[in-house]
């Protein structure tokens, strides 16, 4: 790549070194008029000639950049994606685990300690997903910019997600076994499925997120368009009707505000 811009601007110098040496030629009368017009005219026609070279070279520099983009922010997500689904399965599940262990209590265990040592697990791999996420576009942000809010929207998803969490542990921790069992037990099933669904919606969003870059980086070169995620149940979005640019700025400053109120707090 160094090469063809060096090979350009070498080009370049030697055209006007050229058109300087015409000129020099004209004025001490060894070009005539017209010799001095036709070699203008090749000079003008080789800096046309490199005018398109220049312009089909960084439209080539940047959509290599587009390409390479994609490919790695893609990794990101088929990762981060995988982290989603194995941490889904565990609370898609728990409330069958929970009932086994009350149908068969000495064969199937559920053990409470157990499970908020593995919450704290998945914060963690959410977190780490996350900024593995979030540091592949840093990487390449001038490419994707315009897609910076969607960015935005599923961090704070994640973020909320983490919260959700959080808040699940503490249900947890004052929490009886028996509990559970009994008058709890509803409240521990409508948890447990809030936050499958909200794990199930952040890899629908992420997935969402790559068919955006594929469309753009690539829709170009096929000639055609991946088609978007069409929800079966109407309720649910996809993430460019969700993420809309201002709001998203607006809860992204409010958040940032809140985290710095609370900072002065303490």
């Not at 080539?60 to 088929?78: P, R």
């Not at 069958?96 to 704290?120: A, G, Q, R, V, W």
């Not at 994707?144 to 935005?152: A, S, V």
Request: hydrophobic share 45%; charged share 30%; proline share 2%.
């Amino acid at each position: 790549m160094l090469k063809k811009i060096f090979s350009n601007n070498l080009f370049l110098f030697f055209s006007f070194l050229y058109l300087i040496f015409i000129i020099i030629l004209c004025i001490v009368n060894i070009l005539s008029l017209k010799d001095f017009i036709n070699y203008s005219a090749i000079f003008i026609g080789w800096l046309v000639a490199l005018s398109l070279v220049w312009i089909r070279l960084r439209e080539s520099v940047k959509k290599s950049l587009e390409i390479d983009a994609f490919k790695e922010i893609n990794k990101t997500i088929t990762n981060f994606y995988g982290v989603l689904s194995k941490i889904l399965v565990s609370y898609l599940g728990m409330p069958s685990d929970l009932k086994l262990h009350m149908e068969y209590p000495d064969t199937f265990k559920f053990d409470l300690k157990e499970i908020n040592l593995n919450i704290d697990k998945n914060k963690i791999e959410l977190l780490e997903g996350l900024k593995d996420f979030v540091y592949a576009i840093e990487a390449y942000e001038i490419a994707i910019i315009k897609f910076d809010h969607l960015r935005k929207y599923i961090q704070l998803k994640v973020d909320d997600i983490v919260e959700l969490l959080k808040d699940f542990q503490n249900f947890l921790l004052n929490t009886d076994i028996s509990e559970l069992k009994t008058n709890k037990n509803q409240q521990f099933k409508e948890r447990s499925k809030k936050i499958n669904n909200e794990l199930d919606d952040i890899a629908a969003y992420l997935f969402d997120y790559r068919i955006e870059l594929m469309n753009y980086f690539l829709g170009d070169i096929f000639h055609t368009k991946v088609p978007h995620r069409k929800p079966l149940d109407p309720k649910h979005k996809i993430l460019t009707e969700v993420a809309i640019k201002e709001e998203v700025e607006k809860e992204v400053k409010r958040r940032e505000k809140r985290v710095l109120e609370s900072k002065d707090i303490f």
